[in-house]
């Protein structure tokens, strides 16, 4: 089974900070990745797929890298709507697993 | 506008069985890989299971700790999806969402539906 580790866990910024995420897979997943974002109470929003693919609608601020085991999700600066947790996925044929979420809080 | 609705979800005892409803629009879900997931009070997201299109042979997988008690399977005639529940235990708990990564409706979430098992 593929394994998703996400750092940190929890991160505080401000407003306007540019902020990065870390997704860690084991083994490597080539490029079958995604982030999401979500709000209590709310549903996944889609963010990023293929690893580095923007979701249709979803502002440039967000960007997405890296392929087989290191991935990388950047807020190039931080916005008042964008304290959130995210999550990494790894998706394929066979399965999904999903990172356990990094938490982006006001500091 | 592509969308799914969840509905189903309620308090059951454990043991007990419960069947979920992802209902579609704007897209057909028998030309989609429709995935379940799961989120526990206060938890992350937890991918439940999956059923293929029909064209890639309609058929499923599931995450370890719901194999052999939980079964995906689509209705044509309602374009949507279910998800049955059997021998549920308490840490079933949680909100259950359908959505896919599938082309025609990539993205899409429904609100979920809350599943309690509880004595």
């Known amino acids: 089974d593929i394994q998703m580790t996400q750092s940190p866990s929890t991160l505080s910024a401000s407003v306007g900070d540019r902020v990065t995420i870390s997704c860690r897979a084991s083994?490597?997943?080539?490029?079958?990745l995604a982030w999401y974002q979500q709000k209590p109470g709310k549903a996944p929003k889609l963010l990023i797929y293929?690893?580095?693919t923007l979701e249709s609608g979803v502002p440039s601020r967000f960007s997405g890298s890296g392929s087989g085991t290191e991935f990388t999700l950047t807020i190039s600066s931080l916005q008042p709507d964008d304290f959130a947790t995210y999550y990494c996925q790894h998706y394929n044929t066979y399965s999904w697993t999903f990172g356990q979420g990094t938490k982006v809080e006001v500091k | 506008e592509v969308q799914v609705v969840e509905s189903g979800g309620g308090l059951v005892k454990p043991g007990g069985s419960l069947r979920l409803s992802c209902a579609a629009s704007g897209f057909i879900v028998n030309n989609a890989w429709m995935s379940w997931v799961r989120q526990a009070p206060g938890k992350g997201l937890e991918w439940v299971g999956r059923i293929k299109s029909k064209t890639d042979g309609g058929t499923t997988d599931y995450a370890a700790p719901v194999k052999g008690r939980f079964t995906i399977s689509t209705d044509d005639s309602k374009n949507t999806v279910y998800l049955q529940m059997k021998s549920l235990r308490t840490a079933d708990t949680a909100v259950y969402y359908c959505?896919?990564?599938?082309?025609?409706?990539?993205?899409?979430w429904g609100q979920g539906t809350l599943v309690t098992v509880s004595s």
């Open positions: 959505t896919t990564m599938s082309e025609t409706a990539r993205g899409v």
């Open positions: 083994p490597s997943l080539s490029s079958w």
């Open positions: 293929k690893a580095s």
